[in-house]
T-cell receptor
Framework: ETGVTQSPTHLIKTRGQQVTLRCSSQ?????VSWYQQALGQGPQFIFQ???????GRGNFPPRFSGLQFPNYSSELNVNALELDDSALYLC??????????FGPGTRLTVT | AQTVTQSQPEMSVQEAETVTLSCTYD???????LFWYKQPPSRQMILVIR??????QNATENRFSVNFQKAAKSFSLKISDSQLGDTAMYFC??????????????FGKGITLSVRP
């Protein structure tokens, strides 16, 4: 059974740029949730995708958007990057009614 | 909205000893789920233990157990026989239920646990 994977591991972007982060869900999982974890803080819920539809959103602006594909993998897109977007981005996959399993995260640095 | 509070930023324990990590939460829900997650330096968040609010019995997983006090909205984690591999950040998390957007996790700020050899 393959676990949750994320790519890239880390990246550096400039303020104003756009970024795409990727997540492959664990085999058999149909739901992907994205979280932002600022340094020294707990993760904050961004949004969740279930069967290719957004299924709930946290307190994040519209420049944070996502996609889920038929194979249940997912992308997180962030436009017009700001310095405060620097964080660890975690995705978690789950099947209906079960716990979330997290990937190793993507470390984003905005300069 | 739910809130989760972890007021201890750091703790340290000697190997083989027992340590308790504290967590309080606030919710108006009567049924919900609580979790402890571990995040080692590798960054991958790992589920340690889960507690259903409707269950009076405290959850136990090997060396890990919880003290769930529903009326006090308290959910502490006890680690027995601490091992060097327990060194990590520990997060307490709340979830309303497993349906749709209710399955989002609300995390506390975390506590850094160091196990000394």
């Amino acid at each position: 059974e393959t676990g949750v994977t994320q790519s890239p591991t880390h990246l550096i972007k400039t303020r104003g740029q756009q970024v795409t982060l990727r997540c492959s869900s664990q085999s058999g999982h149909n739901t992907v949730s994205w979280y932002q974890q600022a340094l020294g803080q707990g993760p904050q819920f961004i949004f969740q995708y279930y069967r290719e539809e957004e299924n709930g959103r946290g307190n994040f602006p519209p420049r944070f958007s996502g996609l889920q594909f038929p194979n249940y993998s997912s992308e997180l897109n962030v436009n017009a990057l700001e310095l405060d977007d620097s964080a660890l981005y975690l995705c978690a996959s789950s099947s209906t009614g079960n716990e979330q399993y997290f990937g190793p995260g993507t470390r984003l640095t905005v300069t | 909205a739910q809130t989760v509070t972890q007021s201890q930023p750091e703790m340290s324990v000697q190997e083989a000893e027992t340590v308790t990590l504290s967590c309080t939460y606030d919710t108006s829900e009567s049924n919900y789920y609580l979790f402890w997650y571990k995040q080692p330096p590798s960054r991958q968040m790992i589920l340690v233990i889960r507690q259903e609010a409707y269950k009076q019995q405290n959850a136990t997983e090997n060396r890990f157990s919880v003290n769930f006090q529903k009326a006090a909205k308290s959910f502490s984690l006890k680690i027995s026989d601490s091992q060097l591999g327990d060194t990590a950040m520990y997060f307490c998390a709340f979830m309303k239920d497993f349906t749709g957007a209710n399955s989002k996790l609300t995390f506390g700020k975390g506590i850094t646990l160091s196990v000394r050899p």
